[in-house]
């Protein structure tokens, strides 16, 4: 199922007394989510992603714009007509329940055409939990698992009612490290064997690069960027999104054009062809570093950190703004990187040029 988001918008009544304005918490999304596809809305906390998942599943209704489902318009339809399956950031199970009666229990509020029969509600129960592997622990009260297997029962019972559209909001924020990784594989599985639209929301950019088809980046409620997750991250169309994405993150510097040529403090770095001279804020993505004898960035050397295949390089720059500069280069390049300082070339595609301003992306 298609899902077309149109100028959609949400205020909520400003709750501050000095200022009267309505908060923005969604402001004028357009899109139209591919069917089957997986969509990841990434951003800082408060920008909105929650908000947005919310209008789609039908909690709240927007201040204008509208939605639809395929070619069906959903704006004033309730949740329960819409046929979404939903997993919420704070997913509670029933804790006096099995886990089967967690994952049976929105089969049995159907209501008239709807309604399902006792031994089909149990052949559904079943399906969904074979399909996120918890067949074995049906008889467990949810106080009885671990975080990742609760998580699965959530995600079993967003499915039991085979929706169109799986909305998942941050699901893997209460689980340690290794079963977020884990689960998160496990879901992007099962969303390609059932191929269920989905939108997926996390703030952090690893989990969203790594489970979406295509991403969503947002801040104080406005879609910044929208596109396949390494196009993105190559080539963001501001500052904010090139900051976002990334760990280590991208490297800032004051830098300026001037005659056709990217400076840092007083070094010419780069060829700038055609970009007029102005001050500009510069973006070094960490893999963008190639140690040499001779390159033009030459920067004071902290410390040097073996991460195995590569290494981390952690340096000072008069044009850097921040602490360190972080780049990684190749494990095998590490004599090069010894003394009080280190020279660097720079691969231009990443190099990315920012008006001092606007934040905007100057294209090279
Ligand atoms: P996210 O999920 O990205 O962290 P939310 O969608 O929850 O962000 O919130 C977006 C903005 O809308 C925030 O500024 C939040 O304070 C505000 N907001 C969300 N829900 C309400 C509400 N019911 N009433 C007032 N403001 C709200
Ligand atoms: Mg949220």
Redesign the pocket.
């Known amino acids: 199922m298609k899902i077309v988001l149109q100028n959609l918008t949400k205020k909520?009544?400003s709750?501050n007394r000095k200022s009267r304005e309505d908060?923005i918490?969604v402001g004028d999304f357009t899109f139209e989510i591919p069917d089957g596809m997986l969509v990841g809305l990434l951003?800082p906390?408060?920008?909105?992603?929650?908000?947005?998942l919310n209008l789609i599943c039908g909690l709240i209704k927007p201040t204008s714009g509208k939605i639809f489902f395929g070619d069906n318009d959903v704006t004033e339809l309730p949740p329960e007509n819409r046929g979404v399956g939903m997993v919420f950031q704070n997913y509670a199970l029933y804790p006096h329940l099995t886990v089967k009666q967690n994952i049976l229990f929105p089969l049995q509020n159907l209501k008239g055409k709807d309604k399902l029969s006792k031994s089909e509600m149990e052949n559904r129960t079943l399906e969904a939990a074979h399909l996120v592997q918890i067949d074995e622990l049906m008889e467990r009260k949810p106080s009885e698992l671990s975080g990742g297997q609760q998580q699965r029962v959530a995600i079993a019972r967003a499915l039991v009612k085979m929706p169109h559209v799986l909305l998942l909001d941050e699901p893997l924020s209460n689980l340690d490290a290794r079963l977020r990784l884990q689960t998160r594989e496990e879901i992007r599985k099962i969303q390609r064997k059932t191929k269920i639209t989905t939108v997926f929301?996390t703030?952090d950019q690893e989990e969203a690069m790594s489970i979406s088809d295509i991403i969503v980046v947002?801040k104080d409620?406005i879609v910044q960027q929208i596109g396949k997750p390494q196009e993105v991250y190559d080539s963001p169309v501001n500052l904010f999104v090139a900051k976002f994405l990334g760990t280590p993150p991208i490297n800032v510097f004051h830098g300026r054009v001037k005659d056709n040529t990217l400076y840092l403090g007083d070094s010419p770095v780069l060829a700038a062809e055609g970009v007029a001279d102005q001050e500009v804020t510069v973006g070094i993505r960490p893999e963008g570093f190639v140690l040499q004898e001779k390159g033009p960035l030459c920067c004071k050397l902290v410390q040097v950190e073996v991460m195995g295949r590569d290494i981390s390089i952690v340096s000072t720059h008069e044009a850097f703004d921040g602490t360190a500069v972080r780049s990684i280069v190749d494990a095998e390049n590490s004599l090069h990187a010894a003394g009080e300082y280190v020279h660097f070339a720079l691969k231009p595609k990443k190099v990315l040029i920012f008006n001092k301003e606007t934040e905007e992306r100057i294209y090279l």
């Not at 906390?45 to 947005?52: A, E, L, P």
């Open positions: 909520f009544p709750r908060v918490a951003g906390s408060g920008c909105g992603k929650s908000t947005t929301v703030h947002m409620g």
